[in-house]
């Protein structure tokens, strides 16, 4: 492969995530998230204290919500900010979305003990 083909494939796939709850079409779409937003989202999981790192769950299921959130083509619906708004919608759904997110991202649980160990 060459590098055009690289950045030509459409490598961040888009499942949808059933939502009842919030009625419409009764789904979202959710997406794979960049590498850059994925060393964000794992950055922001801990916060510092000169030598200490503690780990920060404070709305982390908006957290990874606003990054995965997307329409049909994959296109993000909120911008980092958006996490707040998020944090006051349903803990049902919001699981929903983290537990597809988690997945379709291979966020697991060993991923989150290796970033806390490093």
Not at 20 to 45: K, L, N
Not at 80 to 90: P, V
Not at 106 to 116: G, I, R, S, Y
Request: with cysteine; hydrophobic share 40%; glycine share 8%.
């Amino acid at each position: 492969m060459n590098k055009e083909a690289i950045l030509a494939a459409n490598d961040l796939e888009v499942v949808k995530v059933p939502t009842p709850e919030w009625g419409g079409e009764q789904h979202v779409f959710i997406r794979v998230m960049t590498a850059a937003e994925r060393d964000g989202y794992e950055s922001s999981m801990f916060d510092r204290d000169g030598e200490k790192r503690t780990l920060n769950l404070k709305n982390i299921r908006a957290r990874l919500a606003v990054l995965v959130l997307c329409d049909e083509q994959g296109k993000r619906l909120f911008d980092n900010d958006g996490a707040g708004l998020l944090g006051g919608k349903s803990s049902v759904v919001l699981d929903r979305i983290y537990e597809a997110a988690r997945k379709v991202n291979a966020l697991d649980e060993n991923a989150t003990k290796e970033m806390a160990k490093n």
